[in-house]
């Protein structure tokens, strides 16, 4: 839609009319869309906030100069490296949202750390340094050796000590039926035994193939022990809602991005792990573990593909949850 405006559009409907845009889950838009927020905000003033590791639908990452491109005399309209605006790109270093191990390892899985090759790498130290890791050892050089851990100060101190310790956990099994089994009677000992309401508790399937049947059966399984669900496949169009009050959320990746709760199982991730190489696969990883404000399982139903998961993370274990790795 906003490629097809600004082709076909004329100056008279495209023109400045707000005074400020604010855009979010920014890593998920096209140039277009910029450049017709570009056409349509006063001064210039637009903010765009994006996570990179959240790219799920394969787009590219805002680049200021070739996204709104350059003036008649060949000038970039938009370049940071200009320094005009001493806030006009900033890093978010402390993480509000995630127990520090579920986002170390989010992070882990999401670069391909532990992968038999690292998928992901950031280019520098300042890099890394911006959000909110420390560099403990190496330069970011080819062949260098990295050690690279998250200080507790970059999580808040409730979170760290309450959840850290045993915010993180990841499963196997034999058929989609079995994995349903254990998700449905953990989400039922979290109600009835822990504590935690419906509404705290979110599904994310990340097997696109195979998520009808995992929440016709999830759903079947808890109304069993009178526990509703919501499951956002059959959900209304027009509903803009996540979470409703005493109901467990199935979700879907996409809906769930922005969203978030304190307990979050993760099924079907072996679909993620049979290209263990796929760096769009690794983003929806790190995308749905990201959404635990508190504990975080991931399931899979393939127990060959799964020990990829597993040796991972236990690789990230044995390390104290640093991040080691050959640049």
Request: with cysteine; net charge neutral.
């Amino acid at each position: 839609v906003s490629a097809f405006l600004l082709n076909r559009s004329s100056d008279l409907l495209v023109r400045p009319k707000y005074d400020l845009t604010l855009i979010d889950e920014g890593q998920d838009f096209p140039n277009s869309f910029y450049q017709l927020c570009y056409k349509l905000t006063k001064n210039r003033r637009i903010v765009w906030a994006y996570d990179e590791f959240q790219n799920i639908f394969n787009t590219d990452v805002q680049d200021e100069k070739e996204t709104f491109g350059k003036d008649a005399e060949g000038n970039y309209y938009v370049d940071f490296s200009r320094r005009e605006n001493p806030y006009q790109d900033i890093t978010l270093k402390c993480c509000y949202r995630n127990p520090r191990k579920v986002l170390i390892g989010a992070f882990s899985l999401g670069l391909g750390i532990y992968s038999k090759q690292v998928l992901q790498r950031l280019e520098s130290n300042l890099h890394w340094e911006s959000l909110g890791f420390k560099v403990e050892q190496g330069n970011c050089r080819d062949g260098e050796q990295m050690v690279i851990s998250r200080p507790i100060e970059n999580t808040p101190s409730v979170i760290h000590e309450q959840l850290d310790h045993y915010s993180m956990r990841w499963r196997s099994f034999d058929s989609l039926d079995e994995e349903c089994m254990y998700v449905a009677s953990e989400i039922t000992k979290d109600i009835k035994e822990q504590g935690l309401l419906p509404d705290d508790i979110c599904v994310i399937c990340v097997d696109q193939r195979q998520i009808e049947r995992y929440y016709s059966t999830l759903s079947d399984l808890l109304s069993s022990q009178t526990i509703r669900t919501f499951n956002m496949l059959k959900a209304a169009n027009a509903n803009r809602k996540f979470s409703y009050e005493g109901f467990v959320t199935l979700a879907t990746l996409n809906k769930a991005k922005g969203n978030e709760t304190g307990m979050v199982y993760i099924v079907g991730a072996d679909a993620l792990f049979k290209y263990p190489g796929n760096v769009l696969a690794r983003n929806k990883l790190f995308t749905a573990i990201t959404r635990a404000k508190g504990w975080v399982t991931i399931c899979g139903t393939n127990k060959t593909v799964m020990n990829i998961c597993s040796e991972e993370l236990h690789r990230l274990k044995d390390n104290d949850y640093k991040l080691v790795f050959t640049q």
